[in-house]
C-alpha cells in the first residue's frame, strides 16, 4: 500500500514544484494571509475533503475520513512569508516588494496538499482519519498555532506530526530528536529615561547611553554566570537605540532582543532577573526605566513514544542512513503548542544543495531549497499514515488470525 501511495505522490512531483513556486511568487506575510488559503481551502474541497475555514484566523482544517473506524493522526503545515526582499535571480523570484518565502513554508504547504490527495483518493483503505493543519502566521508572534488549538483545530486528534525543510543540512537525510528539540523564544524592550544635556556638560544630564551599554553588559553574565551552564540560555541584544547629534547626551534608549531557553525554570529565572537588573542599574545612575518582556512559542518538546514511531518507520521506509539524531536548537517554532496539546513530534527534511543554490540561511534574501526535499517530506507523512491507519489495523488481525489459529490447535 505504501508503494502505491508513494507512486502516487511521485506522480505529483511536478504539481508540487508549480504550487510551491506559485506561492513563492505570491507571498503573504502573517496574519495577512487571504490568497493562500483560499488556494488552499478550494483545492481540498475539489478533493471532497471535509474543510473548515478561518481557523484561529486564516487557518484550514481539512478532514479526511477513513474507511473505517481507528485513529486521528493531524499533520501540519505552515504557509506564511517573511519581510524581507528577494534577491534571488531565479524564474519564481517574489513579486511582492519586501516580501518572500524565506523559510521553505511555500514547500511546506505544497507538500501537505500533494499528501492530501494521495490519501484522499485512498480514504476507502484508511482505519481512521487524517486531519490536515495548514496553519497561518508562523513567523510572527503570537502565531498561528495557538489560535488554532484554541479555535479547537486538535479535537479527536490522538497525534501530531511536523516537518520542515532545512536548507543547512544536505539533501536527502531526516533530522530529529526526542525530547527538547527546538527552543522557547521570548523578547524584551527596555525602555530608559535619564536626563539629556549638552556633550560639554556631562554632569548635568543622566547619558541614558552609558546606563544602556551598562545593562546590556550586565545581560550578559545573566547567563553566563547565574545559569546553570547544563540547562542552555541565549539572551541576545539586537537593537539599541539612543540619540540624534554628536554633541547631545541622550536622554533616552530603547534596547530590544530575545532570549531563548528550553527549561521553563530557567525561563521563568531570566524574565525575572532582567527586570531586577535593569532597575538596579538605572536605579543606581537615577535614571527610570521600563522592561516589557513577552512570552514567544513554548519549547518544541518531541513526544518519546511518537519519536519512536517515527524513527521505526523511517528506518523501514528509507534507512537508518538517512536518520540523523540532531543536538537541540535554540530556534523556536510554534509547533510546539500543538504538542503541548496532543502527543506527537516534529523533525526536519534536508534540503541543501550547493550546486542549486540551496546553502543560504533561513531568512536570507537569497534563502532556496532543494524542491525534491517535497518528495521526501511528504514520503514521510504517508509512511507515518500508513503506520497508524493502515499496518496497525492489519497487525491486529495478524494476531487475530494467529490467536485463533493457536486455539484450534490446542
Not at 34 to 52: C, D, F, H, W
Not at 64 to 77: D, Q, Y
Not at 218 to 242: C, D, E, T, W
Request: proline share 4%; net charge negative; charged share 20%.
Amino acid at each position: 500500500m505504501l508503494g502505491k501511495w508513494n507512486q502516487s505522490l511521485e506522480g505529483l512531483y511536478d504539481q508540487m514544484v508549480d504550487w510551491r513556486r506559485d506561492f513563492h511568487m505570491h507571498p503573504e506575510l502573517s496574519f495577512q494571509e487571504v490568497r493562500t488559503p483560499n488556494i488552499i481551502a478550494e483545492y481540498l474541497r475539489s478533493l471532497g475533503i471535509e474543510v473548515k475555514t478561518g481557523v484561529g484566523g486564516n487557518g484550514i482544517v481539512g478532514t479526511i475520513r477513513g474507511g473505517n473506524p481507528g485513529k486521528t493522526i493531524a499533520l501540519r503545515a505552515d504557509f506564511d512569508a517573511l519581510p524581507i526582499q528577494d534577491e534571488k535571480n531565479v524564474s519564481y523570484k517574489s513579486t511582492v516588494p519586501g516580501v518572500m518565502h524565506a523559510c521553505g513554508h511555500d514547500g511546506h504547504t505544497s507538500t501537505l496538499l500533494a499528501v492530501a490527495k494521495v490519501l484522499s483518493e485512498n480514504r476507502e483503505h484508511l482505519n481512521g482519519n487524517v486531519v490536515l493543519l495548514h496553519q497561518h502566521a508562523e513567523e510572527l508572534a503570537p502565531g498561528g498555532a495557538v489560535a488554532m488549538v484554541e479555535d479547537g483545530a486538535l479535537e479527536g486528534v490522538d497525534a501530531v506530526f511536523g516537518t520542515h525543510v532545512m536548507a543547512n543540512i544536505p539533501f536527502g537525510a531526516y533530522a530529529y530528536r526526542s525530547g527538547p528539540m527546538m527552543a522557547a523564544g521570548d523578547s524584551f524592550v527596555i525602555k530608559i529615561q535619564g536626563k539629556g544635556g549638552h556633550g560639554a556638560a556631562p554632569h548635568e544630564t543622566i547619558d541614558a547611553i552609558a546606563i544602556g551599554t551598562q545593562v546590556v553588559n550586565q545581560l550578559q553574565h545573566l547567563v553566563s554566570r547565574q545559569i546553570n551552564p547544563l540547562k542552555p540560555a541565549v539572551v541576545s541584544v539586537g537593537s539599541f537605540h539612543a540619540g540624534g547629534a554628536p554633541n547631545v547626551i541622550a536622554d533616552s534608549a530603547e534596547i530590544t532582543g530575545t532570549v531563548r531557553t528550553f527549561d521553563p525554570e530557567v525561563r521563568n529565572y531570566i524574565e525575572k532577573e532582567m527586570k531586577i537588573i535593569v532597575e538596579g542599574i538605572c536605579g543606581a545612575f537615577h535614571a527610570t526605566s521600563q522592561v516589557s518582556y513577552s512570552r514567544g512559542y513554548p519549547a518544541v518538546v518531541n513526544h518519546e513514544k511518537e519519536t519512536e514511531v517515527f524513527v521505526s518507520v523511517m528506518e523501514k521506509f528509507a534507512g537508518e542512513d538517512r536518520l540523523v539524531n540532531i543536538d537541540p536548537i535554540m530556534g523556536s517554532e510554534d509547533f510546539g503548542y500543538f504538542i503541548q496539546n496532543k502527543p506527537g513530534m516534529f523533525f526536519f527534511t534536508a534540503a541543501g544543495n550547493e550546486d542549486l543554490g540551496a546553502c543560504y540561511p533561513h531568512h536570507h534574501p537569497r534563502f532556496d531549497f532543494d524542491e525534491r526535499a517535497m518528495m521526501h517530506a511528504g514520503q514521510a507523512f504517508l509512511a507515518i499514515i500508513h503506520h497508524y491507519l493502515i499496518e496497525k489495523e492489519v497487525d491486529k488481525v495478524d494476531l487475530a488470525v494467529q490467536a485463533k489459529a493457536q486455539s484450534m490447535m490446542t
